[in-house]
């Protein structure tokens, strides 16, 4: 039998599960085994919380009330107008950006805002740089759009950058620098001197070539920071050259209904071109428009987030029963990810032995920062509460 | 100033404005000098009727029963399982064809299924075959693929497809023919002979060259027939190697919600990864899933459509008058256009003509084929009855 002639890098793509949706799967199959309280899945990052009670009630308004040729009718491809005006005004409100409406493109959620921003910037044998540990799909993202990925090691003391690696990693082929603050899979929020750092040695570089390298931040989780003085910088507050990567997955709980955005900063030089590639991206992947009704949805909802007091909970019981228990974590001020230190070498083989007491860990190597696991706990309390004695049989098995 | 170092298609694809979008926003404009009754804009595609009730009634429950977290949450990326199998089974019911829910992978809409299919089979230097007239679209999303598009000249006499150049359109290189019967531009439908003559040539064709020509099949417009004894042949039913993509964009007036899917035909060889690729594409492109709540909403709303009589309607009374006044137009059986042939030469002199009256055509350039204009009747059927004498007027002028 021959091989198939198609596209095999897509191909693989399709084939290979993410180690994420494979470990999700064995929870289903085990759950059907000893019982779903039995198992304590922390592989996925889907909001356990449900949609702001305002924005439930938006739909059934908009549903009740609007026009329904309207309401799911083609917007214009960068997205309703008053949509967009609205969250400018949000974005300003918050933040003192200075966005316009016609900075903002609406989107299908943070996978096409990224997928869309790359596309936009790339040329062939672009370099996209991500600090690690990055989420995996960046490498997908990058590599379809015929750039090529640089990984910046991570700074494993504080997860914040290691700037000596980043500066050794920017060549004359980088065109842009990917950030995600709050982190997945850390938790971790990037200080305001890390944001200044980072961007004076962006500034730097990009004189010194003549041409700017682009910053892309990724902020789907910037709403869900648990300490009222942790502060999420607004990156265009910083550096010119940025694009912001916006989703209401996590902030709304509409993971599933695909809308956000992407902001390209005004005072970046050529920034209506670079809107227009943005626009041209956009239609060239197949994005007509950003879900029609969603995109009224969030004209509700500006300012208003899910209840996320049960993140913090979840937070403050994991955090202090498992270094309690013997186990190393940064302390995460966002997102809803812990990153904890692996007790043996090889995380892959630590997460299997987890398996043994029906703890779901997602090991770190994908984030490409071996020697750690990533727990969601984006979870119940109660299957927290659950959990901890496994965690503690866990890593009683590691002592000598 | 310097030139942004950016993509450059991109920028070209965002900056420069399809026909028919000019034509809309002039149409809105001019709405606001004369009155919006006195504007007859013809332009765009986009669903003139309301959702079906029962699709209406589906969303309100949803949303007044169904969890709020599952409702919103992601799917897994080829879509929920439940709403496959009853699309599979919706399917076979009307056309016998053997789908499986595993052949078939849930879209945002008919633009993300083409993109989606495209990008899964084109590796570099493919081409591309469309059909012309076509929608101008294809070619954005083949070139964007790294592929090239092919056209084959319009058959002017009946709009089905001429062999002779498909034939001669065919080449070691040809990785895919795209065909879209009901037709966006002239809503002509291919018939069942059209369908096997293709078919057995696209056969022969790959048995020569020992690798098999795809062939996808764009279908949004399958429901959108307006007599009785109008048969749509269902593709894989006749060639293996098919691919359809579907969009309830125009059958379910939702085309903001962006829905649809791809059935990858299980028959064909290598079906499996095929599949895989899809699924590769898919992610690649930055689709993580087709939208949650619209994926529940389908399941209640097989076998629907919007109640399309009103297009049926406009059909007859516009076929019917502009034959009667001297217009040359091929009897369109489906979607919800007419392809009229210019009076004059150059079909954007013509449409710069009609603008005096206030009437809004789109040449056919840009689909290919030169010398008509595209008529989108998806209007009130009162605009059409305003509008007549305009194009009786039109009409007039171009008599000697």
Known sequence: ???????????????????????????????????????????????????????????????????????????????????????????????????????????????????????????????????????????????????????????????????????????????????????????????????????????????????????????????????????????????DNTLVCYSYSKSLSLPGERIGYIVVCNKMEHNKDIYAAVCGAGRALGFVCAPSMMQQVVIESLGNTSDLSVYKTNRDLLYKSLTEYGYECVYPDGAFYLFVKSLEEDAGAFCEKAKEFDLLLVPSDSFGCKGYIRIAYCVTTEMIKRSLPAFKKLAECYKK
Do not use: W
Request: proline share 5%.
């Open 1 to 239: 039998m021959t091989k198939p002639n198609i596209n095999t890098n897509m191909m693989h793509l399709g084939n290979v599960r993410s180690v994420i949706r494979e470990t999700f799967e064995y929870g289903n199959k085990r759950a059907k085994e000893i019982g779903r309280e039995n198992v304590f899945d922390f592989s996925l990052g889907n909001p356990s919380v449900p949609v702001p009670n305002e924005v439930h009630n938006t739909m059934l308004n908009l549903l009740q009330k609007g026009d329904p040729v309207k309401l799911h009718g083609y917007t214009s491809a960068q997205g309703a107008e008053l949509t967009r005006e609205k969250i400018a005004q949000n974005i300003n409100a918050r933040f003192n950006a200075g966005v316009d409406k016609n900075d903002i493109y609406m989107t299908c959620g943070a996978a096409a805002s990224l997928t869309i921003s790359i596309n936009a910037l790339a040329c062939n044998d672009d370099e996209f740089i991500a600090i690690a540990p990055f989420f995996p799909e960046y490498r997908v993202f990058i590599e379809a759009a015929g750039a090529k990925l640089v990984v910046v090691e991570a700074d494993t003391q504080k997860f914040q950058i290691d700037f000596e690696k980043l500066k050794s990693a920017i060549s004359t082929k980088t065109k842009a620098v990917i950030i995600n603050s709050p982190n997945n899979p850390t938790g971790v929020v990037f200080s305001e001197d890390t944001i200044k750092t980072l961007c004076s040695i962006l500034k730097e570089e990009s004189e010194k070539r003549g041409e700017p390298i682009y910053l892309i931040s990724d902020e789907p989780y910037r709403e869900l920071v648990y300490d009222d003085n942790t502060v999420v910088p607004y990156l265009t507050n910083y550096y």
